[in-house]
């Protein structure tokens, strides 16, 4: 059973910085797409990053680009999101899933887009920026 576990969440001040990790399993034998996404009370599910297990490339929201940096150790499927110079606007749900693509080249961008294209989610994990 495909599956997927976020932890690192907590809470940080302006200007700090937490690490994510997502842990999947289940799907090493798979090409998947894994993302990353939060959501803030009242507000939609917005992506924050995406990138696939059989590619180097990554895609990132304008919103965190120059101020997040995503990883992937691809031998035990365990992938990270570094968030520095957090604000007070990351606070939220962060998730991790899954989407299984059915072509080798993936459109990141559209695929961070398009969450209906993600099967395998994580449960969430709590990231608090305050001072």
């Known amino acids: 059973q495909p599956q997927v576990v976020e932890s690192g969440g907590g809470v940080a001040q302006p200007g700090g910085s937490l690490r994510l990790s997502c842990a999947v399993s289940g799907l090493s034998t798979y090409h998947y797409v894994v993302g990353w996404f939060r959501q803030a009370p009242g507000n939609e599910r917005e992506a924050i990053s995406c990138?696939?297990?059989?590619?180097?490339?990554?895609y990132f929201a304008e919103s965190v680009k120059a101020r997040f940096t995503a990883s992937g150790d691809r031998a035990s499927n365990t992938w990270f999101l570094q968030m520095d110079d957090l604000k007070p606007q990351d606070t939220g749900t962060y998730y991790c899933?899954?989407?299984?693509?059915?072509?080798?080249?993936?459109?990141?961008?559209?695929?961070?887009?398009?969450?209906?294209?993600?099967?395998?989610w994580g449960q969430g994990t709590q990231v608090t920026v305050d001072s």
């Open positions: 990138e696939s297990n059989r590619e180097w490339d990554r």
């Open positions: 899933a899954a989407a299984f693509p059915r072509v080798e080249a993936v459109d990141l961008a559209f695929y961070c887009h398009t969450t209906s294209l993600f099967n395998v």
